[in-house]
């Protein structure tokens, strides 16, 4: 070995660095505050919902600690959160290495976070060896809490998976769409909706087209899916897809992709490829970009959501809703996009449990993980309680549907709740220029 | 000044290895060091592998093809089968040295340059198949778990797989070095010099060509199972362009063509890395990572390993 | 799939409004190629930062984006410039590998002090004309891919006068063709290194610009797999060969939507390495091979 000198002088200076990084790292845990986890990608594919997911997770922290903290039965006192993030770069190996330093080196009492579906479900291992509570609030793909090859006993799903999207989206083109266009053009009722599917080639997007076929198989639905096409993460031009769509003669485009994905598909089948029909998108879609982007050839299409820039379910939440998004805007200058809301949430429901369980031991917090009850937040949930369900540990979000509406003054599209009934704004409408699939 | 060099390469080379065992007990057996390291190893010997590529005179940008089915083959038989990861990992090696042969008999005459782009490519539409038309049977982009290499119910499991991956390293490097000092280096420092010059004293390059291909992939292999067996999932990612590059950043800050220049490159810049993560910096990582390639390619292209010399003859022209 | 002639019709323009951008990309590098000889992996990222630099002039001052090309061209020439004495000229005639590995050193630094100074986020920028279509048959062509055709027409008519008719061009071309050759009869080659550089640059930026103009998304990462494709590109069309860039950048653009349309969008980036792959396997030295390495 000719370099050996170098090879030896430079792995013992390595040594050296570890030891040393052993020894300055190793300060005392103080046992006067309540350790907390993030785990968001800084770096990476998710970077920008990880920015929001942290700073929604810090405004949480920061309220709860101007209160003094939560109060542990254990200790008798207020023990105030400390909030320690850990970059997992949007890669397995490295959530891997981020939350084995969050539980082995910082020992944190419970974690939240977590977006990448494929890199939350890699660090699972790790999660159930130390046994941390782990409340996700960004990943959506439901394997999260029902794979069965790990055990996921201490993880808790606290965002709307896109099963649950697929099935909302699904049940409003049935209730709403389809009697719509049925009355418009005289269609009999056994006439199948026609529905085109442009999805992401992704766990998210897959995630969305199979939550919406067993919707329709299992509810037994008048609905075909004429088109099913794919595209690739990040892609720009969706025109020739789009013209597969057109040639399959469909009544409706549901679009599960991200953000400037869904703008260049709404502009690009209204404007270049003539598409005279309306576009769902799904709710990671809902922030202020979006409805700049689309410009008016968003007029009359539809999303799916749990938190709008421009628009609250009117229930209890509305106040605490127009809150939260003056306090993220004031402190950070931007929207809190929708894993931003679930992780301030999920921070007060891990405090909440703490609170229940009356102790940091990681094994009661779970439980009251588990059994917990407490009164929505900022987004809606069916029945007003955040519970999480008892065999996938799941929350029913109250989801809706909203269609976009031209604002002269704002200059740009609007939305305005359609559905479901009992949070809805005002009733769906099909354009003048709609134009059905087929007679 | 020879015999000298030699005593010493003899004499440092156990300390060296006798560090490296005596690690978890000097980072006082801390999950995370251990976590960290053993991601390191398995890089160190990704690096390695690639490494013997290039010393062939192919660089592939593409390598991240073999880690991921050495992965997926280890993953898909040790599932069906109930079978060791040990065992496996052998199979998933040898599913991406066959593999790799293939490819290596499509770019066996290209120009080193479009060798890097079709493995490139190579890398690309794997990972479309795999993700996609073959979804039924690797989970597609939801992934699958995979069984640890230990099973957690040992007390000390990670010590163990940090030994078990840290012989697997050392064996894999040992067995380089034997290769490249028996006739196959000279063929493969003759290839990489000059392909013409080389046929025309004698050598086949198809055939030496082939084996580094071949051999090349089989480590990969080994070394994608491990770390997929290690974090215990697996999915598409794993094709990703930045699994490819980071080998070969590691083996070019080291020294390209070396023993030791994958390994101590692979050491410095995950320290530097791990460093720079601590201090909560971001994009300027990779920034970093970036100048600090561009600076060795201009003023190091021997890599690191080589500063001592270059130092050594900086000063000895100085003095002369 | 309906094949319906009107819907393949379609998609054949889409392809060659994908093709433009690939032909102003492969003909800039193949400029540089064509005099140093040179594989700049980061050739992409001056795409990238053309978009970004379009974008944000655009968002200061609010001229129109297609005004802003020529500034951008400008910008990114002289930014070539920079790293081909920095960084491209320490190592010539190093081998290719170096060449690669800088890149790969010059694609990290790009992309994430772009991220840095931008974010990483996807943006739109909407042009001016995003609302205007002109009908073309049963077709509705946006005004800005009529646009981009006619700036990459311009583009490319621009470097034919000035490769051919003036003293310069035919410096560039000697120099290209033979490079002691050029040096005997007195040329500056590494000034001639210098002015290719900066055109490909210009050019690259000039994709970028459109690319950006036309509504597209961009992001730090827009840059990588172009430029490998438009690698691919000039090996498929002879190398050094500017109307076999441009008849492969067209070829690719159709290629890849005809693949979207009929085996799914997914495919659309492995088409273009798949046929690379399949004409070397054949053509190890390339379609029209070398004449010069």
Not at chain 3, 71 to 85: A, D, N, S, Y
Not at chain 3, 142 to 167: A, M, N, Q, S, W
Request: glycine share 10%.
């Amino acid at each position: 070995m000719k370099h050996a000198t170098t090879v030896s002088i430079l792995l013992a200076a390595l040594v050296l660095a570890a030891v040393l990084l052993a020894g300055c790292a190793q300060q005392q845990a103080q046992p006067q505050d309540l350790k907390m986890g993030a785990v968001v990608s800084l770096t990476g594919a998710g970077s920008n919902v990880g920015k929001h997911m942290k700073q929604s997770a810090e405004l949480a922290v920061s309220e709860i600690n101007a209160k003094g903290g939560v109060f542990v039965k254990a200790y008798n006192k207020k023990l105030p959160i400390t909030l320690i993030v850990a970059d997992d770069e949007t890669k397995p190996d490295s959530g891997v290495k981020a939350v084995t330093k969050l539980t082995s080196e910082d020992n944190v009492d419970i974690l939240v976070g977590g977006w990448s579906s494929a890199v939350t479900i890699a660090t699972l291992g790790i999660v159930a060896e130390k046994k941390v509570p782990y409340v996700v609030t960004g990943a959506s793909s439901p394997d999260v809490t029902r794979k069965t090859d790990v055990d996921k006993s201490y993880v808790f799903h606290y965002c709307p998976t896109t099963a649950m999207y697929g099935q909302y989206t699904t049940l409003f083109i049935d209730q709403v769409m389809r009697p719509a266009i049925n009355e418009k053009f005289g269609f009999a009722d056994s006439r199948p909706m026609r529905v085109a599917i442009l999805y992401q080639d992704s766990a998210y997007g897959k995630g969305v087209l199979n939550g919406v076929i067993s919707t329709i198989t299992t509810g037994n639905l008048k609905m075909d899916i004429v088109s099913n096409q794919s595209f690739k993460l990040g892609e720009a031009d969706f025109r020739t897809a789009l013209t597969a769509v057109k040639a399959a003669k469909p009544d409706v485009i549901y679009a599960a992709a991200f953000p400037v994905e869904q703008t260049q598909i709404v502009v690009q089948a209204r404007r270049d490829v003539n598409l005279n029909t309306i576009v769902l998108a799904v709710e990671t879609n809902d922030n202020p970009d979006y409805y700049k982007g689309i410009a008016r050839f968003g007029e009359y299409s539809v999303i799916e959501s749990r938190f709008s820039p421009y628009t609250a379910p009117k229930s209890s939440v509305a106040t605490a809703d127009a809150r939260f998004k003056a306090d993220y805007v004031a402190k950070y200058g931007s929207f809190p996009d929708m894993m931003g809301v679930s992780t301030y949430e999920g921070v007060y429901v891990a405090a909440q449990a703490i609170e229940n369980a009356g102790t940091l031991e990681k094994t009661a917090v779970r439980d009251a993980l588990a059994g917990i009850r407490m009164p929505q937040k900022v987004e809606a949930i069916k029945d007003g309680f955040i519970t999480f369900s008892p065999d996938y540990r799941e929350v029913q979000f109250e989801l809706f549907v909203s269609q976009l509406f031209w604002d002269e003054q704002a200059g740009e599209c609007r939305p305005r709740i359609v559905w479901p009934d009992n949070l809805k704004e005002t009733g769906f409408v099909l354009p003048d220029w709609y134009q059905a699939g087929t007679g | 000044m020879q015999v000298q060099k030699k005593s010493l390469s003899w004499y440092l080379t156990p300390i060296a290895l006798a560090i490296a065992v005596l690690l978890p007990l000097l980072a006082g057996m801390r999950y995370f060091i251990l976590n960290v390291v053993i991601i390191m190893l398995i890089f160190i010997l990704f690096s390695s592998a690639w490494n013997f590529l290039a010393y062939s005179g192919q660089a592939s940008l593409g390598h991240a093809a073999f880690f991921g089915i050495g992965g997926y083959v280890s993953t898909l038989i040790a599932r069906a089968t109930g079978f060791s990861p040990f065992a496996t990992i052998l199979a998933g090696g040898c599913v991406a040295a066959g593999i790799g042969l293939l490819l290596g008999l499509t770019c066996v005459r290209l120009k080193e340059w479009f060798l890097a782009m079709v493995t490139f490519g190579f890398a690309v539409i794997l990972q479309v198949v795999i993700a996609s038309p073959l979804a039924a049977t690797t989970g597609g982009w939801d992934g699958i778990g995979s069984p640890r290499l230990l099973p957690i119910e040992i007390p000390g499991y990670m010590l163990y797989e940090y030994y078990v991956i840290l012989a697997v390293t050392v064996l894999s490097i040992v067995c380089i070095h034997l290769i490249l000092r028996s006739r196959a280096g000279l063929a493969f420092a003759a290839i990489r010099e000059n392909e013409v010059e080389a046929q025309a004293a004698g050598i086949n390059p198809v055939s030496w060509k082939l084996l580094a291909f071949t051999v090349s992939s089989f480590l990969t292999g080994v070394a994608g199972a491990l770390m997929v067996h290690h974090i215990t999932f697996i999915s598409p990612e794993i094709f990703h362009a930045e699994t490819s590059f980071w080998p070969i950043i590691y083996s070019i800050f080291g020294g390209l063509g070396t023993i030791s220049g994958p390994v101590i490159g692979t050491v410095i810049l995950t320290v530097i890395w791990e460093v720079l993560k601590g201090f909560g910096l971001t994009y300027e990582r990779f920034i970093v990572i970036g100048l600090l390639l561009i600076i060795v390619v201009i003023f190091l292209p021997r890599g690191l390993v080589s500063l001592p010399e270059v130092l050594r003859e900086r000063f000895a022209r100085r003095k002369g | 799939m309906a094949l319906e002639f009107d819907i393949l019709l379609q998609v054949l323009f889409w392809g060659l409004y994908a093709g433009c951008i690939y032909i102003l990309l492969a003909t800039g590098l193949n400029l540089i190629f064509g005099v140093m000889k040179i594989v700049n992996f980061a050739h992409g990222e001056l795409l990238m930062l053309g978009a970004y630099i379009t974008a944000t002039v655009f968002a200061l001052s609010g001229l129109n984006p297609y005004a802003i090309i020529l500034l951008t061209m400008i910008v990114l020439g002289l930014i070539g410039i920079v790293i081909e004495r920095l960084c491209f000229r320490p190592i010539l005639g190093t081998g290719k590998l170096n060449e690669i590995f800088l890149s790969l050193g010059l694609i990290y630094v790009f992309q994430n002090g772009v991220a840095l100074i931008w974010g990483d986020e996807r943006q739109v920028l909407n042009s001016p004309y995003q609302t205007v279509t002109v009908p073309v048959g049963a077709i509705q062509l946006p005004l800005d891919y009529i646009i981009i055709i006619i700036f990459t027409v311009l583009i490319l008519c621009g470097l034919y006068l000035l490769l051919r008719k003036t003293d310069l061009g035919r410096a560039i071309r000697a120099t290209s063709q033979n490079r002691k050759g050029a040096m005997i009869v007195g040329i500056d080659v590494e000034r001639m290194d210098m002015i290719c550089f900066g055109i490909g640059s210009g050019l690259a930026a000039a994709a970028g610009t459109l690319w950006v103009v036309s509504g597209q998304v961009f992001n730090p990462y827009i840059g990588s797999i172009p430029a490998i494709k438009a690698f691919s590109i000039i090996i498929l069309g002879g190398l050094g060969s500017i109307p076999g860039a441009i008849v492969g950048g067209l070829l690719y653009g159709i290629a890849e939507n005809g693949a979207a349309y009929f085996l799914g969008g997914i495919w659309k980036d492995s088409i273009s390495f798949l046929i690379l792959i399949i004409v070397l396997i054949f053509r190890p030295t390339g379609l029209f091979g070398e004449s010069r390495e």
